[in-house]
């Protein structure tokens, strides 16, 4: 896919990994950039059209596909992080990362689906996590959605095959955006995980493992359970020591 003269859409694009996907879709050359967020006069963005958008709400996503017919590149960044664990932790709240982060995801794939196939097949872009692979005490519902956003992606890529559609899965570890303030580590720079992103796209990958945690992550899956559990607790402390 060439991003030039694409026309994209972008979830969750007043701030953060949104708004870089955004200014960096526009300084590639796409054509025109739909910036969307849940309070559209938070998008600050000069040269993007600007459309009102939840992805929980099944009727906002019906309004935005049917404003925005030329979609070629659908960008799902939108998403929650509550905090919350599984056992003890709110079950209204882990509905609410799953209705965000997984039914919001796929509610957008299954309306843009026809409006990329009639536009020539175009790409998806799922922004996933290195937690689709690992839990962590105090972000265990995040875990549990990015798993199942993982499993969801990689489904929905063999069900739009046929009509040309590429759907990439996007993990990292931190990004420097405001989800990840409270971490003092090395983080990644939302501008350069737009680029490794959209340059992924352009190249027809399936994958990105944008930073060196989440290629980490990935190839201990390999390892017992037992033995994953050890190794990621050497990989947390080693990353909050450092």
Known sequence: MDITNSVALVTGANRGLGRAFA????ERGARKVYATARRPETVDLPGVEVLPLDIAVPASVRAAAEAAPDVSLLVNNAGIQTGTDLVSGSLDAVRDELETNVFGHLGMIREFAP????????????????????GVKGANAYHLTKAAAWAMTNGVRLELADQGTLVTAVHLGLADTDMSAG???????P????????????????????????????????LTPEEFNLAMERALSELTAA
Not at 23 to 26: I, P
Not at 115 to 134: D, E, P, Q
Not at 183 to 189: E, F, I
Not at 215 to 222: E, G, H, N, S
Request: charged letters at 20%; aromatic letters at 6%.
């Open 23 to 26: 200014q960096r879709l526009l």
């Open 115 to 134: 409006v990329l196939a009639r536009n020539g097949g175009g790409a998806i872009v799922n922004v996933l996590s290195a937690m689709s692979w690992f």
């Open 183 to 189: 971490w003092p580590v090395a983080k990644l720079a």
């Open 191 to 222: 501008k350069d995980l737009a680029d490794t992103t959209l340059a992924a796209v352009e190249a027809g990958h399936a994958e990105v493992l944008a930073d060196q945690w989440s290629r980490d992550v990935k190839a201990r899956l390999t």
